[in-house]
């Protein structure tokens, strides 16, 4: 029942995740091959707070979520011009830098060593330590970030970054400025990211930059395509499905180092087989042109 428990701890963080990229990549088309530095930022300002200053989880998981929106900012500013192939690669290499930001400020994150001993949340002095108690947290935040992106993509607003999707250059013939948007964007899905990041640091407990690699922006990614972008629903169907398949393998008795590199192959494959059968993935409602 604790695994249990554990697994659906873990699906609420990815569809936090998965949910704040599928506004950037599912509902206004910019490529981004970098959200786990967003979800690095979280985790490591909410675990630093935390450790090194005493201050409370939840005051870690504003400034947390802050400093990733923050760090979104710094990323697309320059990058507003990009498009297609170029932005990837932009957001790639910005993944990339604060991997390395993450791994070689050992004065500051002690680098491959980690940071342990991360604190847990707490509500009336009533610690949530246990899983299930973690659990509920991570459902109503979850609820939250639905809430919100329902909000945002349901009405005008929404409707413009569906017409930057689909034609950029005839949403700002509308008069829309588009740079705007996509900026906002960039920095809304950073803070859910970030929401995401101090989640797990504080659950975890532990954190160290082999949680934050590139490989794991491409994992995200790859929970949008498969639930379907453009989908809320999807984005929580795409996180849940991903999270739980790959558990599977620990029932086949595949040593360690065999079933990680195992688990990146059979994302790769459900990534070429979906899309050449489903590009617009399981509940989807726009796919790759």
Known sequence: MEYLLHILVICGIYSILT?????????????SLGHAAFFCVGAYISALLSLNFGLSPWIGLLLGACGAAA????????????KGDYLALATFGAGVIVYQIAKNWVSLTRGPMGLPGIPSFSIFGFALDSTWSYLILVAVLTGV?????????GGAYGRVLRSIRDDEIASEALGKHTDKYKLQVFVVGAFFA???GSLYAHYITFIDPSS??????????LMVIFGGMGSIKGSLVGATLLVIFPEMLRFLGMPSSIAAPMRQMIYGLLLVVLMIRRPKGVLGKYGFR
Do not use: D, K
């Open 19 to 31: 949910l704040s990229l599928n506004l950037v990549v599912g509902y206004t088309g910019l490529a």
């Open 71 to 82: 760090a979104g900012a710094v990323i697309s500013v320059p990058s507003l011009r990009l």
């Open 145 to 153: 970030t639905v809430f919100v992106l329902q909000r945002l993509v």
């Open 194 to 196: 970030g929401i995401a």
């Open 212 to 221: 934050f690699t590139v490989m794991e922006s491409i994992t995200i990614l």
